[in-house]
């Protein structure tokens, strides 16, 4: 026996609008107890529709049922391992969404005066204050609305520091091994960067950054763990380098789960860098959700941050708009609200102890994977990484086999596909990432996979290249999928 939405149990979800039948609806609305009015007379005919709107005719429980099973189609973290490198695929504890669904936080408005969310502004205050103290920072504030935004707040600073003093410097110095947004973030802000070349071992030189420092730089912009997912080990040099130059340091800190409670930016040097509370602090990243990249700067740079800061006079909290060298506001209100609980609450929960192990585990986890993979894969940084491990299709270029298709096959086999083709400077990257959430089991069953599709690579080819088979829809054409999306199942299967 089947429904006609399921074929045994996979789904195969029809957009709504077909699932309308003429009439029918999920709403009862009692008898109307006041006057009708006329549309007619009331808006211009212009604004008046002709025809009902096009919206499907359905029952509460179709409705349920319809978006359940659509969102059944989605892979994500509740459901099983997702090692997208760089993107911190962790399971969050379902604690911090207690906390953030919380009424007397989710009934709160933006608009309610202060004395009305001492509450909120002290959760605000506090998270403030453990962020500063895990990453080194005077000063942080809470209201960019994600990692890339953080990093432009960070710039607009940087840019306003300078300005402060008398001058306009224009350039960035962004290494090979930063991530995407640093040099997008700094166009947007009107910076020119200068990329730098990484060495051997995977890191930036301090002579590299030496040869290439001026007046005009503002900046040097590091990615930490860089995409190799490597510590940069000259960072304290460089960072003297760079002031000595009257430039300043920014730290991409997205990835700051490799680093917490081992390593403050701020101690090395640092003078501005954004945390992800969606990656490291009790809330997923992706999926289009809401997230939040604060950002953290040194005593020097505190001036200029948003408005408003939240501050504690005595026993009570304030929101400080009158900060005159102050960037202005970045985000509506305070920022993402939501998000600050998850993060409070993620951190509350763990305490210095066990946010020191998450990192200590996550690296910990990417080693094991290392030390597994080198066996059977490229690892182009074998001896060494912190919490997310790069290799690559290299030594599978007789076999026709890329990086694609492993991406594709683990997907058989009930797996996220990793982060792929990134970072650029390794060629048919895949890029790991496990996490301090995943148990040795899984992390064994996710080895076994990828060491079954290396070896059918070497056999038998064309498993490989023409996976994923048992998923509902099977390989498509990339380009075109995001294009001319087909909403439905085709005769050809696809
Ligand atoms: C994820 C990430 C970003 C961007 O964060 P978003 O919240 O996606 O904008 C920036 N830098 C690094 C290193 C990242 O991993």
Redesign the pocket.
């Given at each position: 026996m089947s429904t006609p939405e399921t074929r045994a149990m996979i789904v195969q979800e029809m957009p709504i609008f077909t699932q309308t039948t003429p009439g029918r609806s999920g709403a009862s609305l009692p008898e109307l107890d006041v006057p009708a009015v006329d549309p007619a007379k009331v808006w211009p005919a212009a604004l008046l529709r002709r025809e009902p709107p096009a919206l499907p005719e359905v029952s509460e429980p179709e409705v349920v049922r319809h978006y359940v099973r659509a969102s059944s189609w989605n892979f994500h973290v509740d459901r099983g391992m997702y090692p997208l490198g760089?993107?911190?695929m962790k399971y969050n504890p379902k604690n911090a969404d207690v906390a953030a669904s919380m009424p007397a936080f989710v009934e709160l408005h933006p608009y309610q005066p202060v004395d009305q969310i001492q509450g909120a502004l002290r959760v605000m205050h506090e998270l403030e204050l453990y962020l500063a103290q895990v990453a080194g920072f005077a000063r942080v504030t809470l209201q960019p609305a994600?990692?890339?935004?953080?990093?432009l707040t960070g710039l607009m600073i940087i840019r306003r520091y300078h300005e402060d003093r008398g001058r306009r410097r224009t350039k960035v110095l962004i290494p090979d091994t930063?991530?995407g947004?640093?040099p997008a973030s700094c166009t947007v802000n009107g910076f020119s960067t200068v990329q730098l070349p990484t060495s051997q071992r995977g890191c930036l030189l301090p002579e590299d950054v030496a040869r290439a420092l001026d007046d005009d730089v503002a900046a040097v912009m590091i990615?930490n763990p860089n995409?190799l997912g490597l510590f940069e080990e000259h960072i304290a040099e460089i960072a003297e380098l760079v002031h000595r130059a009257g430039g300043l340091v920014y730290m991409?800190g997205?990835?700051l789960n490799a680093l917490m409670g081992r390593f403050r930016p701020g101690d090395a040097g640092v003078d501005v860098m954004?945390y992800?509370l969606?990656?490291t602090f009790g809330t997923p990243?992706g999926g289009g959700g809401p997230?939040s990249?604060p950002v953290g700067v040194g005593a020097a740079l505190a001036p200029f941050l948003p408005v408003p800061t939240v501050e504690k006079n005595g026993s009570v909290y304030t929101l400080d708009w009158d900060r005159p060298k102050s960037i202005g506001q970045v985000r509506a209100f305070v920022g993402n609200f939501g998000i600050l609980l998850r993060g409070y609450a993620y951190i509350r929960e763990l305490g210095p102890d066990g946010l020191r192990l998450a990192t200590d585990m996550a690296v910990l986890n990417a080693n094991y994977l290392r030390a597994q993979l080198k066996d059977f894969l490229h690892v182009p940084h074998p001896d060494r990484c912190m919490h997310e491990v790069v290799a690559s299709d290299h030594d599978l270029k007789a076999t026709g086999v890329t990086t694609l298709d492993i991406a594709k096959r683990l997907m058989d086999y009930g797996f996220h596909p990793p982060t792929v083709y990134f970072p650029l400077v390794v060629h048919g990257a895949l890029m790991i990432e496990p996490t301090e959430t995943e148990t040795p089991q899984t992390l064994d069953c996710f080895v076994s996979a990828l060491r079954e599709i290396v070896d059918d690579a070497r056999n038998r080819p064309e498993l490989v290249k023409g996976a994923p088979h048992s998923t509902g829809l099977h390989r498509l054409n990339e380009t075109q999928a995001a294009r001319k999306p087909k909403l439905r199942f085709g005769a050809s299967g696809e």
């Open positions: 760089s993107c911190t994600a990692g890339a935004h953080g990093e930063a991530h947004t640093n990615t995409t991409d997205a990835n954004h992800n969606h990656k990243h997230g990249g």
